[in-house]
């Protein structure tokens, strides 16, 4: 059983195309004035920037996100799932900072739309929690620039590498300790010649024979002055070498995107292949909220397609007669085998998914009986839940531990 898609996937074929914003709520761990956290999110290579914020008003998101875009440039789409007023304020602000800037703003309002995004920011959260506990520290302020480039540099399962390889074309550095230097040399090295030698005497071992190599070892080293005069007589490489390896780099960045791209669409085609929509007389599980059921029901409740809009939205039938409503076809799963037959269902009378439950449930309605009673003598009338069903009081009632009911 399968959950169903609920619209198609978005996507992107090049950087900038659309650009993915939302806003992680961290009032309840404000940090100085920091009360909430941007995220904006290139939708193609899935390299994500985060900012901390002091309020969610759109001139503070327009000031960061103009910041972004003077440094990554602004996308064709800005996408946001806070509503079309919240987004259009903020292209209006931005346009205001930046007067050529030209943008449209996606669908609101519509977390579907913008799974990848929500996907991150809970990713986000856990990393910040790891970070924090790491690091013994609630500086989160902080801590959200770590958790940004290690966000980035990880392996996403999505576009089949990281975000920064999709972006820049090469694996994130990270110092000295990117190179294939032992760390026991990395720790005695001391200016940018020392570094400079190292990794000439690395490829001279790699190219020399073994006893070559040796004998090197023990020749004198060179003074400084004649390694910076014979620095200076090299001639420089000719424009056209370094021509070379810029379009080198461009190429390696081009196919590192269209390769995401393609992961893409590839992940695409997998999710649209492992679900299909519904058909009627298909049998399917319709999930029961907690509310409405007891402890000792199933999580399910068995039913029928019975027609489908237009609009795909289904009409479901039960045991116990129709249900009222419609339902969409991520709310439920199909059976692979049908349980249920068109005889079997009560066709007289619409009943609520509640009542459905009801006359189908073991331990009978929600399986528990709650009483509201703010004083301990007041469960032994009527008035009382519990009491007036014979029942003693659990601890989903009032706080009272001398309730004369328990």
């Given amino acids: 059983m399968t959950k169903g898609v609920v619209v198609k996937p978005i996507l992107s074929t090049e950087f900038s195309s659309r650009g993915q914003v939302d806003l992680i709520d961290v009032q309840s761990m404000s940090r100085r004035t920091f009360k909430w956290i941007m995220v904006y999110q290139d939708h193609l290579t899935k390299f994500c920037v985060l900012r901390p914020l002091t309020s969610k008003r759109a001139a503070e998101v327009a000031f960061q996100l103009a910041d972004i875009f ?14 079309s007023e919240f987004t259009a ?11 050529e800037l030209s943008i449209v703003h996606g669908k609101p309002r519509h977390p579907q739309s913008q799974g990848s995004v929500e996907r991150a920011n809970g990713d ?11 690091n013994n520290s609630t500086d989160w302020p902080t801590g959200i620039k770590f958790v940004q480039f290690s966000k980035n540099s990880a392996y996403h399962g999505g576009i089949n590498r990281s975000p ?20 026991e ?48 007589e090299q001639e420089p490489e000719p424009l056209s070498q ?43 599980a319709l999930l029961i909220p907690l ?23 289904y009409r479901v039938a039960t045991k116990s007669g129709f249900l009222k409503g419609s339902y969409s076809r991520n709310q439920f799963d199909i059976c692979p085998e049908r349980l249920l037959k068109e005889s079997d269902i009560n066709n007289d009378f619409e009943i609520s998914l509640r009542e459905a439950v009801i006359k189908s449930s073991i331990s009978g309605e929600q399986g528990f009986v709650k009483c509201s009673c703010n004083g301990p003598k007041k469960c032994q009338t009527n008035r009382c839940k519990c009491f007036k069903s014979k029942q003693l009081c659990i601890s989903r009632c009032h706080n009272s531990l001398n309730c004369v009911n328990k």
């Fill in 185 to 232: 040399i990395i720790s005695c090295l001391q200016s940018e010649q020392d570094l400079k030698t190292m990794l000439q005497q690395q490829e001279t071992d790699a190219n020399e024979p073994e006893t070559e190599a040796k004998a090197d070892v023990n020749e004198p080293e060179r003074e400084p002055a004649e390694a910076e005069m014979n620095e200076s």
């Fill in 89 to 99: 304020q903020i292209i209006t602000e931005l346009r205001s900072l930046w007067l």
């Fill in 124 to 134: 986000i959260k856990d990393m910040i929690v790891a970070w924090m506990a790491d």
């Fill in 242 to 284: 370094h021509q070379t390896n810029l379009d080198q780099l461009h190429n390696r960045i081009s196919s590192q995107r269209l390769a995401a791209s393609e992961s893409r669409r590839q992940q695409a085609e997998r999710m649209v292949k492992r679900s299909r929509t519904g058909e009627i007389g298909d049998n399917i």
């Fill in 164 to 183: 920064y390889v999709a972006m820049f074309g090469v694996n994130a550095r990270v110092g000295l300790t990117s190179t294939p230097l032992p760390q």
């Fill in 291 to 313: 509310v409405d059921r007891g402890r000792g029901d199933p999580r399910n409740i068995l039913g029928v397609i019975v027609s489908r809009s237009m609009n795909d939205q």
């Fill in 70 to 83: 003077l440094l990554l440039g602004a996308p064709v789409i800005l996408q946001s799932d806070n509503g």
